[in-house]
Nanobody, 119 residues
Framework: QVQLAESGGGSVQTGGSLRVSCAGS????????IGWFRQAPGKEREFVAS???????DYTESVKGRFTISRDNAKNSVYLQMNNLKPEDTAVYYC?????????????WGQGIQVTVSS
């Protein structure tokens, strides 16, 4: 079973950039599709982006052209590069292995990492 931990994040102004990282443990990390999800205050958790075991990416419409997901299986890591950030991107970001490609996560969540975008 893969366990993941998020890092990075922080606070930026509108238009800025941040990168969040997801580090996995376990020898089967490279077998999993990995997704990024986020939850803003008072809102449901939502899908952001995912990457398959072989590098195919999927994005929610609101982040297309601004966010890029990538992975380095040698480092058991998945990254989310976020550019041109907007206040509505403010949320706690979580990574999670996918139960089903491309947007269904496993039903277990870590602590997540805070991303705050100020106007």
């Amino acid at each position: 079973q893969v366990q993941l931990a998020e890092s990075g994040g922080g606070s930026v102004q509108t238009g800025g950039s941040l990168r969040v990282s997801c580090a996995g443990s376990g020898r089967t990390f490279s077998n999993y599709g990995i997704g990024w999800f986020r939850q803003a205050p008072g809102k449901e958790r939502e899908f952001v982006a995912s990457i398959s075991w072989n590098g195919v990416a999927d994005y929610t419409e609101s982040v297309k052209g601004r966010f890029t997901i990538s992975r380095d299986n040698a480092k058991n890591s998945v990254y989310l590069q976020m550019n041109n950030l907007k206040p509505e991107d403010t949320a706690v970001y979580y990574c999670n292995p996918l139960q089903q490609w491309p947007r269904t996560p496993l039903d277990s969540w870590g602590q997540g990492i805070q991303v705050t975008v100020s106007s």
